[in-house]
């Protein structure tokens, strides 16, 4: 019998990336092609895969996903390597001036924003055999290619971030613009282009993820007392979420 082995690690960046990159990772398939679904983490990422195989045969092996409002389903080969870069929430601007709002719930070649992203950078990345060579090679990548002379922190749209990482229980948009200072209609503008999605859609990914730790570390919790403990207004709200969001029920998480 086939013994399903996916690694997956997380690398520290650069010194000087911490502002703006959460983490480098690399997962690694050493048993069989497997199906998995890759869930709404409030995340830009840009994915890199290291498939000798596949590399020879497509055309988008260096992608840019934006930020997810639903589950995506992926294949991993046997013997597959895929490295990406998760960019802090709204921090994917320091590289790129796009507005994310274009390409939720997409990819998108990253060779259409960027150039050196192409196949000898990719063929770079393959030849290299241990992670610490390809974290270094990401790193080189980002540090040339961030403008730091205009690198503008978006405070506004980081602290709303934090305002409904708190208050995910009860959103109330009309108090969190009033607190900022600014017209609801130019907060929701703002937002959605800096961060990739709406505030609406911004609170229910993070809701998702503090219910999905939550049915993790309280398996023995009734769905009701879940589904209150985390602002849904009964199980069949919880529920209803969690389906849309993952594509399975909350026991199947």
Not at 47 to 75: A, C, P, W, Y
Not at 110 to 134: C, G, I, M
Not at 137 to 165: G, M, R, Y
Not at 211 to 232: H, Q, W
Request: net charge positive.
């Amino acid at each position: 019998m086939a013994v399903i082995r996916v690694i997956y690690k997380e690398y520290i960046p650069s010194e000087n990336l911490n502002s703006i990159v959460d983490t480098i990772w690399i997962a690694t398939n050493y048993g069989k092609e497997i199906e998995s679904r890759i869930l709404p983490d409030g995340y830009v990422d840009i994915v890199f895969d290291l498939d000798k195989q596949k590399h020879l045969n497509s055309g988008n092996e260096i992608r840019i996903s934006g930020m997810m409002t639903k589950f995506k389903k992926v294949i991993s080969r046997k013997n597959s390597e895929t490295l990406g870069i998760r960019f802090k929430t709204g921090q994917f601007n320091a590289i790129s001036n796009i507005p994310l709002s274009k390409i939720k719930n997409t990819t998108i070649n990253a060779s259409d924003l960027f150039f050196k992203l192409n196949n000898s950078f990719l063929d770079e990345l393959v030849e290299k055999k241990h992670h610490w060579e390809k974290v270094q090679i990401i790193n080189k990548f980002l540090l040339a290619e961030i403008n730091w002379s205009d690198l503008t922190p978006n405070k506004l749209e980081h602290s709303v971030c934090q305002s409904i990482q708190l208050n995910y229980r009860e959103l109330d948009l009309n108090k969190i613009a009033k607190n900022h200072y600014i017209s609801l209609r130019q907060l929701e503008r703002r937002f959605k282009a800096t961060i990739g999605v709406t505030m609406k859609e911004y609170h229910s990914i993070i809701r998702f993820n503090k219910v999905k730790d939550c049915i993790a570390k309280n398996p023995n919790l009734s769905l009701l007392n879940t589904a209150f403990d985390n602002g849904y207004f009964d199980h069949a709200h919880l529920s209803k979420e969690i389906k849309k969001m993952s594509g399975v029920n909350p026991s199947e998480l």
